[in-house]
C-alpha cells in the first residue's frame, strides 16, 4: 500500500519555540494532504487541508497564523506550530491521498508534541 | 448532530466471536465510507473502504453499507486478542475542489482471551 512518512515521531520543545512537522509520500504523488490533531481517547480533528502549490484551507476554530502549513511539493507538506504553548502539546498526523486513488487517503506515523 | 456518530464503548467480546462495529452519518449525500483500525498511541490504519450499498468482504472482516439508513458497519468475525484496538469510521465530505475525511469518535474493542 502507499507509504506516508512524518517526522519526526516524537518532539518536546520549550514554550514559545516553534516546531516543524514533515509529512511526505514515499511512493505516490499527493495532490491533497490533511493535518489532523488528536487529544488522549479523542477522535482526530481536522485542522486543516493542504493542497500542492496554494493556501491551506483551515477548518474553522483553527487558527493559520499558529498553524502554519506548507505543501511545496507533491510529496511533501510541512507543519508548523508556532510559538507552541503547553496547549499545543498533541498527537498530530497527517494524511496523504494518492492522486489516482481519489478518495483514500493513507496516514503518516503521527507526532507526539510536548510543549514544556 | 455530529457528522459521524460512533458508540465510543468499550465493545468486549470473547475471542472467537464476531464483533459488530456500527456508525451512523448526518450528510445523505456521501459516497465514501471508511473503517480505520488505531491502536493506541499510533496513527490509524486503513481496513476496508466500501462505496455500495450491501456488504463487502475481505477476510475476517466485513463491511456494510445502508444509504438509505445513513448506516455502516463493521464485523470482525473469530475475534482475537490482536483485534484489540480503536476502530474509526470516515466519511467523505464533498465540499468545493476538496474531499475531506471525516472522523467519529471511535469504538474501543476489547477482545477477552
Known amino acids: 500500500g502507499a507509504v506516508v512518512s512524518q517526522h519526526p515521531s516524537r518532539v518536546i520543545c520549550k514554550s514559545g519555540t516553534s516546531v516543524k512537522i514533515e509529512c511526505r509520500s514515499l511512493?505516490?504523488?499527493?495532490?491533497?494532504m490533511f493535518w489532523y490533531r488528536q487529544f488522549p481517547k479523542k477522535s482526530l480533528m481536522l485542522m486543516a487541508t493542504?493542497?500542492?502549490?496554494?493556501?491551506?484551507?483551515?477548518e474553522q476554530g483553527v487558527e493559520k497564523d499558529k498553524f502554519l502549513i506548507n505543501h511545496a511539493s507533491l510529496t511533501l507538506s510541512t507543519l508548523t506550530v508556532t510559538s507552541a504553548h503547553p496547549e499545543d502539546s498533541s498527537f498530530y498526523i497527517c494524511?496523504?491521498?494518492?492522486?489516482?486513488?481519489?478518495?483514500?487517503?493513507?496516514f503518516g506515523q503521527g507526532t507526539r508534541l510536548t510543549v514544556v | 448532530q455530529k457528522e459521524v456518530e460512533q458508540n465510543s464503548g468499550p465493545l468486549s467480546v470473547p475471542e472467537g466471536a464476531i464483533a459488530s462495529l456500527n456508525c451512523t452519518y448526518s450528510?445523505?449525500?456521501?459516497?465514501?465510507f471508511f473503517w480505520y483500525r488505531q491502536y493506541s498511541g499510533k496513527s490509524p490504519e486503513l481496513i476496508m473502504s466500501?462505496?455500495?450499498?450491501g456488504d463487502k468482504e475481505d477476510g475476517r472482516f466485513t463491511a456494510q453499507l445502508n444509504k438509505a439508513s445513513q448506516y455502516v458497519s463493521l464485523l470482525i468475525r473469530d475475534s482475537q486478542p490482536s483485534d484489540s484496538a480503536t476502530y474509526l469510521c470516515?466519511?467523505?465530505?464533498?465540499?468545493?475542489?476538496?474531499?475531506?475525511?471525516?472522523f467519529g469518535t471511535g469504538t474501543l474493542l476489547a477482545v477477552q482471551p
Open positions: 511512493d505516490f504523488q499527493a495532490t491533497t
Open positions: 493542504s493542497n500542492e502549490g496554494s493556501k491551506a484551507t483551515y
Open positions: 470516515a466519511v467523505n465530505r464533498y465540499g468545493g475542489a476538496t474531499n475531506k475525511l471525516i
Open positions: 450528510d445523505r449525500g456521501s459516497q465514501s
Open positions: 466500501i462505496y455500495s450499498n
Open positions: 494524511s496523504a491521498r494518492d492522486k489516482g486513488l481519489s478518495t483514500e487517503a493513507f
